[in-house]
């Protein structure tokens, strides 16, 4: 497993967090997230095996909010 913190904008609410949490949740090969409204910080472990940080930081991106480099 792989350890990523990544900084993300655009959550307003615990709705945010939690759809943020759930679409991350939903991709094979995630097997821990926390999602902090602030300061806007989401934590995963994952297994680089079977899914990209770069598919991770699209999914963010694809539920509307937007990850910070």
């Known amino acids: 497993m792989q350890e990523a913190t990544l900084r993300v904008t ?4 615990m709705g945010c967090v939690n759809s943020v949490k759930r679409v991350l ?3 094979a ?3 821990r997230v926390e999602v902090e409204l ?3 910080r989401v934590t995963l ?3 680089p095996q079977r899914v990209s940080l770069s598919a991770v930081r ?3 991106a694809d539920a509307g909010y ?3 480099d």
């Open 58 to 60: 699209q999914a963010i």
């Open 29 to 31: 090969g995630v097997a």
């Open 10 to 13: 655009g959550m307003t609410c």
């Open 25 to 27: 949740t939903g991709l």
């Open 66 to 68: 937007q990850v910070e």
């Open 45 to 47: 472990a994952f297994d």
């Open 38 to 40: 602030e300061p806007g």
